[in-house]
C-alpha cells in the first residue's frame, strides 16, 4: 500500500514530506515519512502487522524501549520515526536484563505470533513444560514447513529436537528475533523493533543474538554482570539456533542446511 494513503488512512497528514525509503526486502516495506515511519507489505498474512504492533506494546511494557505505534490494521503499520544516536550497548544489556529476569507464567501466547511472515502455532503450553512447547509448537511445525527442502535431515531434526534436554530457567518476555538489524541505537537509547514476541526461555533471544553475530563484547560483559548466563543455557545455544535456521531455510532456501548439518554433528560428537 502506498505509505502516503497509509498515513492518512490512520488519520495522520504527511504535510510536506515526501516518502523516503528506509528498508525492505522479502519481509515487508518500510519507509520514513516526516516524524513517521510506516511499514507495509504487498501481501501480508492476516494479523501480521497487528501482531507486531502487540509485540511491541508487551515488550514496552516489559521494561524495553520501543517505537510508539500510532496505527496498526491489515495493510500496514504506523511507528514513531525514532531519530539515530550514539551506540549504547550498555543501555541494550540492561533492557534485555530487565526482560530476561522478570519471570512470568506459562509459555506461548494467546493472540497470534509471526516470525518472520511464518505463523506460529497460536495458544500458551500447559504449566512449565518448556521442552513440549519448544518441540511441539515451534520447532516441529518449521520442520513440517520445510520438510522437502530438508531431506534426508527431516527425520534425523525430528529426532534429535525430541530427545535433547533443553535446559529451562522460567518463562520471559523475549523479542523472539533479535538479530542486530532489530535493534536501533537512538538519541534515547537502544530501541527494540520487529518483534516476535512471546513468553519463552530466554535463550531463545539469546541463540538468535550469537547466530550472525553483530553484539560486541561490550554487550555481553554488560549483560552478563546483569544476567549470568549458566553453563547449560550455553552449551545448548547452538541448538536453539536451530529454530532460526529452520526459518531462514524457509523463506530463503537450501543455503542454510549446511549450518543445521553442522549443529547437529557438533552435538553428536559429544
Do not use: C
Amino acid at each position: 500500500m502506498d505509505p502516503l494513503a497509509l498515513l492518512r488512512r490512520a488519520g495522520l497528514d504527511p504535510g510536506p514530506h515526501a516518502p523516503e525509503r528506509l528498508g525492505g526486502g522479502d519481509m515487508g516495506e518500510v519507509w520514513r515519512v516526516g516524524a513517521w515511519v510506516i511499514k507495509t507489505h504487498p501481501a501480508p498474512p492476516p494479523g501480521l502487522f497487528p501482531a507486531e504492533a502487540r509485540g511491541l506494546a508487551e515488550l514496552a511494557t516489559a521494561g524495553a524501549r520501543t517505537p510508539q505505534v500510532f496505527w496498526a490494521g491489515e495493510e500496514g503499520l504506523v511507528l514513531a520515526y525514532l531519530p539515530p544516536g550514539p551506540p549504547d550497548w550498555s543501555d541494550l544489556a540492561r533492557q534485555l536484563a530487565r526482560l530476561h529476569t522478570h519471570r512470568l507464567e506459562g509459555y506461548g501466547e494467546a493472540a497470534p505470533v509471526y516470525l518472520g511472515r511464518f505463523p506460529l502455532p497460536e495458544g500458551e503450553g500447559e504449566g512449565d513444560d518448556w521442552a513440549g512447547f519448544w518441540v511441539e509448537r515451534r520447532l516441529e511445525p518449521l520442520i513440517e514447513a520445510t520438510r522437502t527442502r530438508l531431506g534426508g535431515l527431516a527425520g534425523e531434526l525430528k529426532r534429535f529436537v525430541r530427545t535433547f534436554p533443553w535446559p529451562a530457567e522460567g518463562p520471559v518476555r523475549i523479542h523472539g528475533d533479535l538479530w542486530q538489524g532489530n535493534v536501533l541505537m537512538t538519541r534515547a537509547g537502544a530501541a527494540l523493533i520487529d518483534p516476535s514476541s512471546w513468553r519463552s526461555e530466554r535463550a531463545v533471544d539469546l541463540a538468535m543474538m550469537e547466530l550472525f553475530g553483530g553484539f560486541p563484547q561490550a554487550f555481553w560483559s554488560a549483560y552478563e554482570a546483569l544476567a549470568p548466563v549458566p553453563e547449560a543455557v550455553r552449551a545448548a545455544l547452538p541448538a536453539y539456533q536451530l529454530y532460526f535456521l529452520l526459518v531462514h531455510v524457509h523463506f530463503f532456501g537450501v543455503g542454510y542446511l549446511a549450518p543445521i548439518a553442522r549443529t547437529l554433528e557438533h552435538y553428536s560428537a559429544l
